[in-house]
């Protein structure tokens, strides 16, 4: 009688809580958008491109982080990343000008790249038995909202006694403390090498030369454009467009007695809702075809953020489109980075998903930058946010065509000229 491997590991234990305290930070630096451009004086679109340039270090950090995680080790790669967050963000809190904040910002893209999903789920996805990996992913990505659903409320919370120096301070001491979990982080075997993907080389041009790739590619870019302009923007966008909090209401009773506390709280409860829409969706991986769900999940999404801007923006409407949305906030990285595993195998798969996440990253710069941009232009960010309506229905659409086939066992006569 085979004995079931367990779902919960120390290695999946301690990815949890590596991305949990790294997505927790991440996640806050949309709380600093107001008092950072109130203190310098600067324009929303300074601090946007500060943000947006972290997100780009992030998505070209990504695919180099996990080609060093594959050639030095996983521990070794993830503890260089945390140095990176720690320096960017120390350095960063004696920054005055936009031009240093945005320099700056690439070490802690950098940080991110290194103590996020791709290494992170990487290492996951090898210590977990086929029948337990979809779940392992999905666990491992609800961490990252955990940190999105405690992040920002600890940030406005900190501020309230402390400078936002303090509180970049205060976080890069974080992320160094949570590397004390990486000897629970002992990586297991790498996959033996499958025909056709001797080298590392081999295995990502036989990928760049697969449509279905392009087609994960370019899908994955709207994810990061949604999903960067919320957390950049939405808290002051709320605080500035959102209707009066009623005082001696509900909101009031749960400590919301403005719409900066308000959209503090927004973040952390599509991190909150996204927690259930994660495990859903690695639940549905494993039983139902990735490309047919991941088309659902942007399909949603675009409907939701339409409803949400075509009627007036109060307190409910905020909540309620929070709670939407974080439900289908991350569900599509579980299913992504499972559809990578499924296609091209585990080896590779910390390089090949990082290369993916490149195109999340190229729409989160454009998302964050492009919010900050045309708010400086028109006072508002209308046109930004029907841009995302658009791009999520491309994504929904060019799901579709993906061959879901590993690459190995298609009838393609290129595979057997690779493999010679």
């Given at each position: 009688m085979r004995t079931r491997s367990p779902l919960v590991t120390p290695v999946l234990v301690a990815g949890c809580l590596v991305i949990l305290v790294s997505f927790a930070i991440r996640a806050s630096f949309g709380v600093f958008q107001i008092?950072?451009?109130?203190?310098?004086?600067?324009?929303?679109?300074?601090?946007?491109?500060?943000?947006?340039?972290?997100?780009?270090?992030?998505?070209?950090?990504?695919?180099v982080f996990g080609a060093l995680a594959e050639r030095f080790g996983d521990r070794k790669a993830i503890l260089l990343g945390a140095l990176s967050y720690a320096v960017g963000l120390?350095?960063?809190?004696?920054?005055?000008?936009?031009?240093?904040?945005?320099?700056l910002e690439i070490l802690v893209g950098f940080g991110v790249a290194g103590t996020g999903f791709g290494v992170i789920l990487a290492v996951v996805g090898r210590a977990a038995s086929d029948e337990n990996r979809s779940m392992a992913l999905a666990i491992a990505t609800a961490a990252g909202?955990?940190?999105?659903?405690?992040?920002?409320?600890?940030?406005?919370?900190?501020?309230?006694?402390?400078?936002?120096?303090?509180?970049?301070?205060?976080?890069?001491?974080?992320?160094?403390?949570?590397?004390?979990?990486?000897?629970?982080?002992?990586?297991?075997a790498r996959a033996a090498p499958a025909s056709g993907q001797q080298d590392m080389g081999t295995a990502v041009r036989r990928a760049l030369r697969d449509p279905s790739f392009t087609l994960i590619f370019l899908g994955f870019?709207?994810?990061?454009?949604?999903?960067?302009?919320?957390?950049?923007?939405?808290?002051?966008?709320?605080?500035?467009m959102c209707?009066?909090?009623?005082?001696?209401?509900?909101?009031?009773?749960?400590?919301?007695?403005?719409?900066?506390?308000?959209?503090?709280?927004?973040?952390?409860?599509?991190?909150?809702?996204?927690?259930?829409?994660?495990?859903?969706a690695g639940w549905a991986g494993k039983r139902w075809s990735k490309k047919y769900l991941l088309s659902g999940i942007y399909a949603a999404r675009t409907v939701v953020a339409?409803?949400?801007?075509?009627?007036?923006?109060?307190?409910?409407?905020?909540?309620?489109?929070?709670?939407?949305?974080?439900?289908?906030?991350?569900?599509?990285v579980p299913l992504t980075s499972g559809l990578v595993a499924q296609i091209y195998g585990l080896r590779y798969m910390g390089t090949l998903y990082g290369i993916v996440f490149l195109s999340h990253?190229?729409?989160?710069?454009?998302?964050?930058?492009?919010g900050g941009r045309m708010y400086d232009i028109t006072g508002n960010y209308t046109a930004v946010w029907w841009v995302g309506v658009g791009v999520g229905a491309f994504s929904a659409l060019i799901q579709l065509p993906i061959d879901e086939r590993p690459i190995d066992e298609r009838d393609d006569p290129d595979s057997a000229a690779l493999a010679a």
């Open positions: 008092p950072i451009a109130g203190e310098f004086g600067w324009l929303r679109a300074d601090f946007s491109l500060a943000i947006a340039i972290q997100n780009l270090a992030w998505g070209i950090g990504q695919p120390t350095v960063s809190a004696y920054a005055t000008t936009p031009g240093e904040h945005q320099l909202s955990a940190g999105q659903m405690v992040g920002p409320p600890i940030a406005e919370w900190m501020l309230s006694f402390m400078n936002w120096q303090q509180v970049f301070v205060a976080f890069a001491a974080a992320i160094l403390a949570v590397m004390l979990v990486l000897p629970m982080m002992r990586s297991p870019f709207s994810c990061g454009y949604q999903l960067a302009f919320v957390t950049a923007h939405f808290p002051a966008f709320v605080t500035e209707g009066p909090i009623q005082t001696g209401g509900l909101l009031d009773s749960l400590g919301i007695s403005s719409t900066g506390i308000l959209g503090a709280a927004a973040i952390s409860l599509i991190g909150l809702a996204n927690i259930g829409g994660t495990l859903l339409a409803a949400f801007i075509l009627v007036p923006m109060t307190p409910a409407t905020v909540l309620l489109f929070s709670a939407a949305m974080g439900t289908l906030w991350l569900a599509t990253q190229i729409g989160s710069f454009l998302g964050v930058w492009l």
